[in-house]
C-alpha cells in the first residue's frame, strides 16, 4: 500500500490490518502510551473544501505520532490559482513525507499521487471519502464484535459516502443495500462491481433496504459543493429519512451511523441521532485512530 486514493485499492487483508493497528493505536492513546512512529515527519493537508474532523483528525494523529502537520488552505495556495497539479505534486514532494488532500475530482488526487513521489492520502472526494470508512468499519467492528456477515444498510444520496461504504463493506463480507431515489443512485461502475463480488442491493425502497439490518447508515441530501441544488434535493429526498419507521423494521439492537455533518429532520430525525449519539460520536472519534493506522503504514520508516 503505497497510498490510499480510494479502498478500491487496498485488500481486505489490508482494511484488516489497519482496523487491527487502529485499535492498537486506540488503546495505547486511551492508556498514555505515546509512540512516536513519525518523528520528524510532516504531513501537508490540502484543503480545497471546508472540514471539521477530518483536518482536526489527522493534525493531532500527526502531533500523537510525533510529527507535524500542516493546513494549506487551496485560498492560499497557487493551487487556487491555476498552478498545475502535477507541478504542486513535484514541488511538495521535495518538502513533505505525505500529503492528504481534500478536494472535489478524483482525477486532482490521483494525479497527485501519479506527479509526486510521497505517499497521498484522499481526505474527500465527490467520488468517495475512504478515510471515513476506515473509521465506520473499525466503529462497526468494536459495536458489533465482527464485521463479516451484517447487514449495512445506507438510505440518501448516493454520494461519496455512498460509493466508499459499498466498497468497504463488500470487501469486508457485509451484505450492503442502499436505498435512495432512482435519479440519485451510487457510482455505476461500483454498483456494478458489488454485484458481482457481494450481496448488494439498491432500491428506493426505504424499508425493504432497511429490513433487519444491523448498521443504519445515513448522509447529508446535498454534499460540499451541491449547495445550488439544495432546494430540488430537498424535495427529491423526502421521505429519505432514518426515523423511527426505518429502524422499527431493522435488527432491534440495530446502530446508526453518520458520518457527520447531520442536517437534523432532514435525513436522520433528532430522536433517532440523540437516541444513537454514542454510536456517532465514537466513530467520529475513531476518525483520529483510523487517520493515525493509515498515517503509520504510509508514512513511518519503521514498517
Ligand atoms: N465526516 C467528515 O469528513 O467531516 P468533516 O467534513 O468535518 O471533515
Ligand atoms: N457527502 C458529504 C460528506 C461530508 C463528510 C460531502 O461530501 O459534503
Known sequence: MQHLLKLADISSEEITQLLNLADQLKYEKKNGIE?????????????????????????????DLGGSALFLSSNDLQIGRGEPVEDTARVMSRYLDGIMIRTYSQEEVETLAKYGSIPIINGLTDYCHPCQVLADLMTIREHKKVI???????????????????????KMGMSVSIGCPDNYRPDTEIMKWAAENGNFVCTSDILEAAKDADVLY???WASMGQEGEAAVRRKAFSGYQINDSVMAVAKSDAMVMHCLPAHREEEITSKVFEEHAVEIFDEA??????????????????K
Open 148 to 170: 463479516e456477515g451484517k447487514k449495512l444498510c445506507y438510505i440518501g444520496d448516493g454520494n461519496n459516502m455512498a460509493n466508499s461504504l459499498i466498497v468497504g463493506g463488500i
Open 35 to 63: 509512540h512516536h512512529h513519525l518523528k520528524g515527519k510532516t504531513l501537508g493537508m490540502i484543503f480545497q473544501k471546508s472540514s471539521t474532523r477530518t483536518r482536526v483528525s489527522f493534525e493531532v494523529g500527526m502531533y
Open 285 to 302: 472519534e475513531n476518525r483520529l485512530h483510523a487517520q493515525k493506522a493509515v498515517l503509520v503504514k504510509l508514512l513511518s520508516d519503521e
Open 218 to 220: 445515513t448522509d447529508v
